[in-house]
């Protein structure tokens, strides 16, 4: 089976960095993706890593290291339309290629 | 370029009522997938569909729920009869493929989900 764990809620503050971790344990890793999804809404792609190290996408970046079975997303001047559901989503051949997602780790930006 | 549609948006029903959603996928995409998301929870895998074909439907209640994809294009999922439990928002996703390995193959677009009550 497959177990993703990230933390349930974080609170950060505008202009500051969150890092945001999530950790996994599967076999056949094929795969991390992030995804935003604010409340009420659609999750949204942020990112996607499947070699190890950091993907930078403007004020988001995800990093992976797979022999630790470990990702973060770090979220750089946060803002507070930054306050969403962020959910960490494992894929694996031996799953026929699905996403596996986390439980998201509610982030709150306060001013 | 329209992104994936879904409606109803919201659906209020008594226990033991069908119940049916409808999805139309980014245009193109040949991979549809409904995932079911509890409050709190990331969303789960309850069907996938090449085209037409459902490859992978090994988390889809079969007793109560059933899917179709009828022309490889929309897509309706069904719930008859529906539960207590079954309270949840039903998403629909698709992509350009499945599996590929490339990520602007492989990536999900989801649609802003139905919001199921059932009383």
């Known amino acids: 089976g497959q177990n993703i764990d990230q933390p349930t809620e974080m609170t950060a503050t505008e202009g500051a960095i969150v890092q945001i971790n999530c950790t996994y344990q599967?076999?056949?890793?094929?795969?991390l993706f992030w995804y935003q999804q604010h409340a009420g809404e659609a999750p949204t792609f942020l990112s996607y890593?499947?070699?190890?190290g950091l993907e930078e996408k403007g004020r988001f970046s995800s990093f992976l290291s797979r022999s630790k079975g470990y990702s973060y997303l770090l979220l750089k001047e946060l803002q507070m339309k930054d306050s969403a559901s962020y959910l960490c989503?494992?894929?694996?051949?031996?799953?026929?290629?699905?996403?596996?997602f986390g439980q998201g780790t509610e982030l709150s930006v306060k001013p | 370029e329209a992104g994936v549609v879904q409606s109803p948006r919201y659906k209020i029903i008594e226990k033991k009522q069908p119940v049916a959603f409808w999805c139309n996928p980014i245009?193109?995409?040949?991979?549809l997938y409904w995932y079911l998301q509890n409050l709190g929870q990331g969303p789960e895998l309850l069907i996938r569909y090449e085209n037409e074909e459902a490859v992978d439907d090994s988390q889809l209640p079969k007793d109560r729920f059933s899917a179709e994809r009828l022309k490889g294009v929309d897509s309706t999922l069904k719930i008859q009869p529906a539960e207590l439990g079954d309270s949840a928002v039903y998403l629909c996703a698709s992509s350009p493929r499945h599996g590929t390995g490339k990520i602007e193959e492989d990536t999900q677009y989801f649609g802003p989900g139905t919001r199921l009550t059932v009383l």
């Open positions: 989503a494992v894929r694996a051949h031996n799953q026929g290629g699905k996403l596996i």
């Open positions: 599967t076999s056949g890793f094929n795969g």
């Open positions: 890593n499947v070699l190890d």
């Open positions: 245009s193109g995409h040949n991979t």
